[in-house]
């Protein structure tokens, strides 16, 4: 029954900005730290960027700080990515899910949404 809706990705040019959106369902939203995710071909399925359940406190992996904030709105058992200064690195799926670890263990996953980075 839980079920993520990813959506907001495209094709851009590098320097610009997408912001994903994640719609959850089926589970308690608000008692979970909610995360970003995202899977490049030929790469493991990494953490890009976590927010706490009332959104006090966020962490963002390293290849992303600075140009990509989380952010949450429990009325709307949504969770949002704003991406800036996109570079042709972040071009991935990007998924939405709970913080869980290790990642490899978490089995349902949205169809995530694809981010184009390219000239």
């Known amino acids: 029954q839980v079920q993520l809706a990813e959506s907001g990705g495209g094709l851009v040019q590098p320097g610009e900005s997408l912001r994903l959106s994640c719609a959850a369902s089926?589970?308690?939203?608000?008692?979970?730290?909610m995360c970003w995710y995202r899977q490049a071909p030929g790469k493991e399925r990494e953490r890009v960027a976590q927010?706490?359940?009332?959104?006090?406190?966020?962490n963002y992996a390293d290849s992303v700080k600075g140009r990509f904030t989380i952010s949450r709105d429990n009325a709307k058992n949504a969770v949002y990515l704003e991406m800036n200064s996109l570079k042709p690195e972040d071009t991935a799926v990007y998924f939405c899910?709970?913080?869980?670890?290790?990642?490899?263990?978490?089995?349902?996953w949205g169809q995530g949404t694809q981010v184009t980075v390219s000239s």
């Open positions: 927010i706490t359940p009332a959104g006090d406190s966020v």
């Open positions: 899910n709970r913080y869980w670890e290790p990642i490899a263990t978490i089995t349902h």
């Open positions: 089926g589970f308690t939203f608000s008692s979970w730290t």
